[in-house]
């Protein structure tokens, strides 16, 4: 994977901003900072960076009031939520406003990184790189371009997120068998047993939410099991 990304470190304390830098620098990215949240919207406006390190518990506004700001001027850039706050609905919350991980302060920098280097892999688009066989998935009326990101529903073109759209592919690409939430946070999320069951409710809603209106429901809920796609 080549590393050569911008990051933007977001975070009030200047020791912990320096720290991140220096580590990613050492590992090919190209940092760039602020330490206030006001300060994180000029620069991911300025500096559209690949991915943003946003801390909670800033100054000014937190860093779940910068991630809603930034979806909600239509910025879709990866973002990993860093706090000393470590409970569920914390983590739920930054979630569900469109972060991508979520990581607990103290943490380790190779942890971090590895982290880092494991959101940009799962947010990347195909690149420029030419169309291969099954990147059109198909259920019914639902069509799933993974080359152009793209997704028609009766030939409606859905807006969705690329957490959405992630989850809604490999909702196709398993259609017709029931997932548990467990087995959509590990891939979907890359987690495991540390992910909340809420994410993926929360995510499941909003994908019905949008592909519903369109015509009859495509994702079922198996309860106490999971979730399955048929048409």
């Not at 937190?62 to 609905?89: K, M, N, Q, Y």
């Amino acid at each position: 994977m080549n590393d050569d990304h911008r990051v933007l470190v977001v975070d009030d304390e200047a020791g912990i901003r320096d720290l991140m830098c220096t580590a990613l620098r050492f590992h090919g990215f190209r940092p760039v900072t602020a330490g206030t949240g006001a300060e994180a919207l000029r620069e991911a406006a300025a500096r559209r960076p690949d991915l943003v390190l946003l801390d909670v518990m800033l100054p000014d506004i937190d860093g779940f009031e910068v991630c809603r700001r930034l979806r909600a001027a239509g910025d879709d850039v990866p973002v990993i939520f860093l706090t000393a706050r470590d409970t569920p609905s914390d983590t739920v919350t930054g979630l569900t406003l469109g972060g991508d991980d979520y990581v607990t302060k103290p943490f380790s920098i190779e942890a971090l990184i590895a982290r880092v280097r494991a959101v940009l892999r799962r947010t990347a688009p195909a690149g420029g790189a030419a169309p291969a066989a099954g990147e059109v998935l198909r259920s019914g009326d639902l069509e799933l371009n993974e080359a152009d990101w793209t997704v028609r529903r009766a030939g409606t073109e859905v807006d969705l997120s690329p957490t959405e759209f992630r989850l809604l592919a490999h909702l196709m690409r398993n259609a017709g068998r029931v997932l548990s939430r467990a087995q959509l946070l590990e891939a979907v999320w890359g987690w495991d047993q540390h992910g909340s069951p809420q994410v993926v409710e929360t995510y499941i809603s909003y994908l019905r939410r949008k592909l519903d209106p369109l015509g009859p429901p495509l994702i079922h809920t198996r309860r106490g099991i999971g979730y399955i796609l048929r048409p």
